[in-house]
């Protein structure tokens, strides 16, 4: 079995955070960029399967991401078997049908029975890859996953629902997988593995032509968050603090007596 990870970085949320002079993107010269958090539990997921029954597990990222060669050698420190680094056509787009039609682009010329990739991603939160690539493919798709075992026929997958709720799905392949959380936290990697990685050389660069797409949307503007000054902080003892919040709470007619 071939499972392919997709890996996107993002911008570190603990960053300040600023839009460019056109305000149709952030500002990206002097962020720090991590691995997204679904697609880290998405590679965590794939390295499972693969000690499991044996899978070869590559990551791909686009070049156009900072910091993507350091997440990509990280991935082959943890266990993956490669690292692709796609370049060409949408490569520099934010767009997620972008990504997604770049991704389908390079499955298109190395397939793999399945594509396991996180559910979102933070700088979304739209959770729209999993889908637009299984379209992309032609192929089964499942999202909000907790977990995928491998069968003598496909997979079999945890889907998590609302409220606690989970189901198991069976899943012919090749699919696509939509990641919320791997069945154990992502491991680590020592930066001295991550060196051997790199000083091996194991990530390959990939020319891609994306499959054809539809028209995508244009990002015109960006907002920043609106700020308002609602907060009131209180402040004393804990009685003192408690009947503050009681009262506030009978002036808005929340609460009687």
């Known amino acids: 079995m071939r499972i392919v990870v997709p890996i996107k970085a993002v911008p570190d949320l603990v960053e300040e955070i600023e839009l460019t002079s056109d305000e149709t993107d952030i500002d990206r010269e002097f962020l720090k960029f991590v691995v997204s958090e679904w697609d880290a539990q998405a590679l965590e997921e794939a390295l499972l399967v693969k000690d499991a029954c044996g899978a070869e597990v590559v990551a791909v990222g686009l070049a156009s991401d900072p910091d993507i060669d350091q997440a990509l050698y990280t991935a082959i420190a943890k266990g993956a078997d490669a690292a692709v680094r796609l370049t060409g056509g949408a490569a520099d787009s934010v767009l997620t049908s972008d990504r997604a039609a770049l991704l389908a682009g390079y499955l298109a010329t190395e397939p793999a029975d399945l594509v ?34 491998a069968t003598a026929d496909g997979v079999t997958v945890r889907q998590e629902f609302a409220g606690g709720r989970v189901h198991e799905l069976a899943v012919r392949l090749p ?54 000054s609602h907060a009131q902080m209180l402040t004393g003892s804990a009685d003192d603090v408690a009947e503050a919040i009681a009262g506030l709470l009978r002036d808005r007619g929340l609460v009687k007596g």
């Open 116 to 149: 396991i990739t996180g559910v979102q991603a933070s700088d979304d939160l739209d959770g729209q890859l999993p889908p637009m690539l299984a379209a992309y493919l032609r192929q089964p798709h499942v999202s909000v996953v907790v977990g995928v075992v």
């Open 175 to 228: 699919a696509v997988v939509g990641i919320q959380a791997a069945r154990q936290a992502p491991r680590y990697a020592p930066i001295t593995r991550i060196r051997q990685a790199m000083q091996a050389g194991g990530v390959r660069e990939v020319a891609a032509e994306p499959a054809p797409a539809g028209q995508a949307p244009a990002v015109r503007r960006m907002y920043r968050p609106e700020q308002t």
